[in-house]
């Protein structure tokens, strides 16, 4: 077997395995020569565009004026986008990609199915939950969303000892991470972590651009690709020749570039002294810098200076987190031996309480930061009096620790639950249950304490995908699936013979979860493996099982 990570990037993509050789990455696309001789061989730009009708993807799409570019950045702010001539789902223009990363992985003779999947540190459920529905879409089953300094700092797991800190400076195309992790008996824990959310080599090309264009012949312009080109030109030479639209070249040196980039490079320092001013003077035993824009030589003077450290070397920054998720993946699926890694929360989750009255809301922690997913906890509420109509229920996520209004903390959701007429308040007295998945996802479930009765059970959901009818829909408009159709019954073995848990639990996962929702011949393909795996043999068992496990990753986005 082999375990997948990927690293999903805001401008580049990197998938890693792990196999009995160790960590590689996986070339998904043939970068332009001048590219690849800069290290970008392994890389897949998350760029899709409209190339006459038809999706494009990778390097070529970058020099099409009908791509999108950082599809990532759209996942807190927008539903829809137009690609060309395609009007897309947020979650479908990602799950495209997704499936390209599929495509390209299985041309390479590898079967990729499952793996874990990265996301930005201090992502918020939106992030997390249209990560993995995007994946989910394009039919790679989610083993768990690991933040990407978490994977970072495992990339390097070998170099740092037990009780050592490490701060990661992730700085990609999109977002600036910081975060310091320790290292806890094998596994690291994040004790700090800050961020600036739209900052990143996006920003650092516009600004660049600014600069240059009171130089620009007339007539001519400068194209996104060659400015990106000169730019990461600039970090191993102190000038190079910028081809401009329009004809000539501009000669740029690095210094030009800092000179641009200064105000930018310099805002990177917020969130390191955040991180250090929570830390109390906790001593820094080593830095790792990830993503394209920290290999910026001026970036990584920066940040040297203010840490007095030198950056890790061992692994290369445009691959470390991708090579990270493989490893986490690989330990997930037994692959790789480790008892120590685990996916915790990264933010305390909680209710919103009055204890000091109706204008003063403070944050009451249920599941604290840290805590080992899969997680849950219960609250109890009673209402004031007998005649209360309905009781509000806020769930808050962020750090207890800082002032109820601070930017960390956000209201996730906000639920009017409804009260039955009642001749005592005890009667209508409930309970309140929050389940993390091992992705973070959240599920909430409230029951009246007296009669069992559900007053609420919902999945946290996000964007388009709020029902299995809306994920329905999605896929059918990625790959032509129609609409969902009533299942069939489940037959039980003639012979009697008692089915392994595994294969139960396997059967239940597909006939519950999948079987209802699909159309007639995939269904009829489903229903096949089910039933074959219940008339297997002791022998065949475990081959049947691997085969109805397999199918149903494909549609591991109704899970």
């Not at 445009?318 to 890694?341: K, P, Q, R, S």
């Not at 004031?384 to 601070?406: K, N, W």
Request: aromatic share 6%.
């Amino acid at each position: 077997m082999t375990a997948f990570g990927i690293d999903f990037g805001t401008t580049n993509s990197v998938l890693a395995c792990t196999t009995a050789g160790g960590l590689e990455t996986v070339a998904l696309d043939l970068p332009p020569a001048e590219f690849a001789e800069l290290g970008f061989d392994r890389v897949l730009p998350t760029v899709l565009a409209d190339d006459r009708g038809i999706l494009e993807f990778g390097w070529k799409a970058k020099r099409n004026p009908n791509k999108l570019a950082a599809v990532k950045r759209l996942f807190k702010t927008d539903d829809d986008v137009q690609v060309g001539s395609h009007h897309l789902r947020v979650e479908e223009a990602a799950a495209v990609f997704f499936r390209q990363i599929k495509d390209r992985a299985a041309a390479s003779g590898l079967y990729l199915d499952r793996a874990v999947v990265t996301i930005p540190a201090n992502s918020r459920g939106a992030a997390r939950f249209r990560t993995k529905v995007s994946a989910g879409l394009s039919g790679i089953e989610v083993l768990a969303l690991v933040n990407e300094p978490t994977a970072a700092a495992m990339a390097y797991a070998r170099t740092i000892r037990d009780g050592q800190r490490v701060l990661v400076f992730d700085w990609g195309g999109g977002t600036l991470d910081v975060t310091v992790l320790q290292n806890v008996d094998g596994a690291f824990v994040e004790e700090t972590s800050k961020g600036i959310q739209q900052l990143g080599g996006i920003d650092l090309d516009e600004a660049f651009e600014r600069s240059l264009r009171s130089r620009l012949p007339v007539g001519s312009r400068i194209d996104p690709f060659d400015l990106e080109l000169a730019k990461v030109k600039l970090s191993t030479q102190e000038a190079t020749n910028l081809s401009l639209v329009g004809g000539g070249v501009l000669e740029v040196t690095r210094g030009d570039l800092e000179d641009a980039i200064r105000p930018l490079i310099h805002r990177t320092r917020e969130p390191v002294d955040k991180c250090l001013a929570e830390l109390r003077g906790a001593r820094i035993d080593h830095l790792v810098m990830v993503g394209g824009s920290a290999k910026i030589p001026y970036a990584q003077r920066f940040i040297r200076e203010i840490l007095r450290l030198e950056p890790m070397a061992a692994v290369d920054p445009m691959t470390a987190i991708a090579e990270g998720a493989a490893l986490a993946a690989g330990i997930l699926t037994g692959e790789v031996e480790d008892n120590d890694f685990f996916v915790g929360t990264e933010h305390a989750l909680g209710v919103v309480v009055h204890n000091q009255g109706p204008d003063k809301p403070e944050f009451s922690v249920l599941i604290p930061r840290n805590t080992k997913l899969p997680a849950q906890a219960t609250d109890g509420y009673v209402p004031t009096h007998a005649e209360q109509q309905q009781v509000r229920v806020q769930i808050i996520e962020g750090d207890p620790d800082q002032p109820f209004l601070h930017d960390d903390n956000v209201i996730l959701k906000d639920w009017e639950i409804k009260l039955e007429p009642a001749e005592d308040k005890q009667d209508n007295a409930f309970t309140v249950t929050f389940q993390y998945d091992v992705d973070g996802i959240l599920h909430v479930i409230a029951v009246n304490q007296k009669t069992g009765r559900v007053m609420l059970d919902e999945e946290l959901t996000f964007g388009a995908a709020g029902t299995k009818q809306d994920l329905i829909a999605m896929r059918r408009r990625i790959d032509g699936l129609r609409t969902d159709a009533a299942a069939p019954a489940v037959a039980t073995p003639a012979s009697g013979r008692q089915l392994a848990p595994e294969s139960v639990a396997a059967i239940t996962r597909a006939r519950d979860k999948i079987l209802p929702y699909l159309d007639g011949a995939t269904q009829a393909t489903m229903q096949g493996l089910i039933d074959a795996l219940v008339a297997s043999d002791p022998d065949g068992e475990p081959d049947a099982r691997r085969a109805l496990e397999i199918a149903v990753r494909e549609h591991s986005y109704l899970l």
